[in-house]
């Protein structure tokens, strides 16, 4: 066969796929929820499942003010793709509008191709539902081209994936429009013969070569195709069979070798072959026990050749594994799930530390809702949740100098004395001093501590997320240089020896004129304040209302007092 010659493929479109992934995504969060929910009232709703929408609801999904994709009773109520939100929800009052995501939309598709790259190898990823293959390998293992369709239709509908339509033709792009206009729910194949891709375009609109999605054109390239377009129907060209029957040459000195392009697809000559992907590698390994386990050091033993295997795994890419997620599974089918993190990358030694740390903290303190570990270990699976190049991390050629020195230090400790046996300082949230200053494990970087179980661990906030929190009545900067970890007592008074204390309004009762700290009498040269601190007001138990003051004594320190009540104290100093 020449390299001009188009090569008979099998295109799959799953309509509406943008909405399809939301729904699936909503459903996975909602089963978990369920899950999770032990003890809850029945009927109430989750946040998760009042951030997604019902997949049974009219639901529209938006970008840049258009309607990109609709659900089935979306489009019974009159909205379509390409309408602006103002007319889709004039059309239909009660749809929701969800943002578009292209992440969420590849992340529910990639397991998608996985499954049909089990039954069928060789699928190009085009885009988010819509995948393209050759039709000559399936269609000779399955017995015919439709009926290589059909059992692929089938394994999709038995992952809950109803509607799919699949075009077959010579050429990609042939398919594509095969599996669009050619196809309905009654019939969800379409089969061009072999020679007759040129009589099927023939009547199609000039259109479809903007819309296509195998043109790979590229965000330049499909605006010179949308221009191109709207040139051609514009002199009068409206289909791609009269777009065909134009001279090449002079289609070449009109539009050049873009126009060529679309000319010969528009003929049925689409020379462009399927470019299967190349799978990802499987980068997570997993080991079972049979019996179960219930000693952590046996479940670290055991784990040391899978720990070996999965680095070696991850060399094999020229990767390292920079945070990894271990899993637990009991024998009663509870769940352990933690991401750990690492100062430099994890080796086959860190691996196995980590498992055992997970399972010294959660075997036993397994909760109602599933979390932790309550039996023994049947299951344990790692798996690289963050990757860097190798070559990132190689040692230098005369060592790393005092600072890998004391990591490996550091790490061997850590190693012996358990994951908290070794903290290290971070600077974290909140409106007073002393809870700012967070103490994290040493290899966590500026994440905190994280408790295990599941996502219960993923919505705890890092400390930059912390920080970047408003936290009204919080210090600004420059903060003091020394913050006691115990405030310590003193006592403001004014030039007439009364105590200065603040009111509800924020007004102070005297001129503070000096202050005693641990006895030592110490004269106010100037001052500032108050700033009220106002804490869980809505809370009579742990409410709290304080006042700081910024004060200099006569020897030129500068103090950070706090107000609280009839109390006064020390909270820092800038030194």
């Known amino acids: 066969m020449s390299s001009g010659t188009p090569v008979r493929s099998l295109v799959l479109w799953f309509p509406d796929w943008p909405v399809t992934a939301l729904e699936r995504e909503a459903g996975a969060v909602a089963a978990e929820s369920m899950k999770d929910a032990v003890g809850e009232r029945p009927g109430s709703r989750t946040d998760a499942a009042q951030e997604k929408p019902t997949p049974k609801a009219p639901v529209a999904v938006v970008e840049r003010n258009l309607v990109v994709a609709c659900s089935a009773s979306a489009r019974a109520e009159g909205v379509r793709r390409g309408q602006r939100r103002r007319d889709a929800q004039a059309r239909c009052p009660g749809l929701t509008l969800v943002t578009a995501d292209a992440a969420r939309d590849h992340r529910a598709f990639a397991p998608i191709v996985s499954l049909i790259e089990d039954k069928a190898p060789g699928v190009q990823l085009v885009r988010p539902g819509l995948c393209a293959l050759r039709a000559r390998g399936p269609a000779r293992y399955y017995g015919g081209e439709a009926e290589a369709a059909r059992m692929l239709i089938g394994i999709l509908r038995e992952a809950g994936l109803d509607g799919v339509r699949v075009g077959i033709a010579d050429g990609p792009f042939t398919a594509e429009q095969a599996a669009r206009g050619g196809t309905s729910a009654a019939d969800p194949v379409f089969v061009v013969p072999a020679g007759g891709a040129a009589g099927f375009l023939a009547p199609l609109p000039i259109a479809v070569l903007d819309a296509s999605a195998l043109l790979g054109t590229g965000t330049a390239g499909a605006k010179e195709a949308t221009d191109l377009v709207g040139l051609l129907a514009r002199l009068g060209v409206q289909t791609l069979g009269g777009f065909a029957e134009m001279e090449p040459d002079r289609v070449r000195e009109r539009f050049g070798e873009r126009g060529i392009r679309l000319h010969a697809l528009a003929a049925g000559c689409d020379s462009r072959p399927v470019q299967p992907r190349t799978p990802p590698p499987e980068l997570q390994r997993e080991v079972a026990f049979e019996p179960p386990l219930e000693i952590a050091d046996q479940v670290a033993f055991a784990?040391?050749?899978?720990?070996?295997?999965?680095?070696?795994?991850?060399?094999?890419?020229?990767?390292?594994?920079?945070?990894?997620?271990?899993?637990?599974?009991?024998?009663?089918?509870?769940?352990?799930?933690?991401?750990?993190?690492?100062?430099?990358?994890?080796?086959?030694?860190?691996?196995?530390?980590?498992?055992?740390w997970q399972l010294a903290e959660d075997v036993g303190a397994g909760d109602a809702a599933g979390r932790g570990l309550r039996s023994g270990v049947a299951l344990v699976r790692i798996s690289p949740e963050a990757v860097d190049a190798a070559s990132h991390h190689a040692p230098a050629l005369f060592g790393g100098g005092p600072e890998e020195r004391v990591h490996h230090a550091l790490s061997r400790v850590q190693a012996m004395l358990g994951h908290r046996g070794v903290l290290t300082p971070a600077i974290g949230g909140g409106r007073w001093l002393a809870e700012r200053q967070v103490l994290v494990p040493w290899g966590d970087k500026d994440e905190r501590d994280r408790k295990a179980g599941g996502r219960a661990a993923d919505s705890v906030g890092g400390l930059a997320a912390q920080r970047a929190r408003p936290w009204p009545g919080s210090l600004p900067d420059p903060l003091p240089t020394t913050v006691f970890a115990d405030p310590v007592p003193v006592d403001v008074r004014a030039l007439g020896g009364e105590l200065v204390d603040v009111d509800e309004r924020g007004n102070v009762s005297a001129v503070p004129a000096l202050f005693i700290e641990s006895g030592r009498r110490r004269a106010i040269e100037a001052w500032a304040g108050p700033w009220p601190v106002v804490e869980r007001g809505w809370d009579a138990a742990r409410s709290r209302r304080a006042h700081r003051f910024q004060v200099v004594d006569a020897d030129g320190a500068a103090w950070l007092l706090v107000c609280d009540g009839d109390a006064w104290t020390a909270e820092a100093t800038y030194d």
């Open 303 to 356: 784990m040391r050749v899978t720990a070996d295997d999965f680095v070696a795994g991850l060399g094999a890419v020229d990767l390292v594994c920079t945070e990894l997620r271990v899993e637990l599974v009991g024998d009663r089918g509870e769940r352990s799930e933690r991401v750990w993190l690492h100062p430099g990358s994890f080796d086959a030694a860190a691996v196995v530390d980590r498992v055992r």
